[in-house]
């Protein structure tokens, strides 16, 4: 299946039409669990894009979505100042758990910066589904990715 990419303006409800787009896209291909698991992570994405990226309410946050036979895949760019992905924020009971849910529940995620903006993405493996409580050993976020559709 190709590439498709979204879209949306930097507000906070935008996480709906980007969980709509990744269902769309990969609904067929992968499991309910790994859609759910998908959609779920596409809003913390999508979120943090929208309440960090330092955007104005209509400058663009761009949803992509890959899925091939063995993997889903997806990518939230903005045009913020990005982060490193090993020294976040402490959490606290209001927030700051989004990318520990994205570790948990991807194959493997990461963060690429680039002249068009960052990229925080993460994979689903539709090869093997994952058990629950898996470690997540392996799965640490890296700096670069093998995305051709990369600007």
Same mark, same amino acid.
């Given at each position: 299946?190709?590439?498709?990419?979204?879209?949306?303006?930097?507000?906070?409800?935008?996480?709906?039409?980007?969980?709509?787009?990744?269902?769309?896209?990969?609904?067929?291909?992968?499991?309910?669990?790994?859609?759910?698991?998908?959609?779920?992570?596409?809003?913390?994405?999508?979120?943090?894009?929208?309440?960090?990226? +330092?955007?104005?309410?209509?400058?663009?946050?761009?949803?992509?979505?890959? @899925? #091939? /036979?063995?993997? %889903?895949?997806?990518? $939230?760019?903005?045009?913020?100042?990005?982060?490193?992905?090993?020294?976040?924020?402490?959490?606290?009971?209001?927030?700051?758990? +989004?990318?520990?849910?994205?570790?948990?529940?991807?194959?493997?995620?990461? @963060? #690429? /910066?680039?002249? %068009?903006?960052?990229? $925080?993405?993460?994979?689903?493996?539709?090869?093997?589904?994952?058990?629950?409580?898996?470690?997540?050993?392996?799965?640490?976020?890296?700096?670069?990715?093998?995305?051709?559709?990369?600007?």
């Amino acid at each position: 299946m190709p590439t498709r990419s979204r879209t949306l303006p930097s507000r906070p409800a935008s996480f709906v039409e980007a969980r709509r787009f990744v269902r769309d896209t990969a609904a067929g291909s992968a499991s309910r669990q790994v859609l759910d698991d998908a959609m779920l992570l596409t809003s913390e994405l999508v979120t943090n894009a929208v309440r960090h990226a +330092g955007h104005a309410a209509e400058d663009p946050i761009e949803v992509t979505v890959s @899925v #091939d /036979r063995r993997s %889903l895949r997806v990518s $939230v760019r903005d045009r913020g100042p990005g982060f490193d992905p090993n020294e976040l924020d402490a959490r606290s009971d209001e927030g700051g758990w +989004g990318l520990d849910l994205v570790e948990k529940l991807s194959f493997r995620w990461g @963060v #690429d /910066r680039g002249e %068009l903006g960052n990229d $925080v993405w993460f994979e689903m493996d539709l090869a093997q589904p994952a058990s629950p409580g898996e470690a997540s050993e392996g799965r640490r976020p890296t700096e670069a990715s093998p995305d051709p559709s990369r600007g």
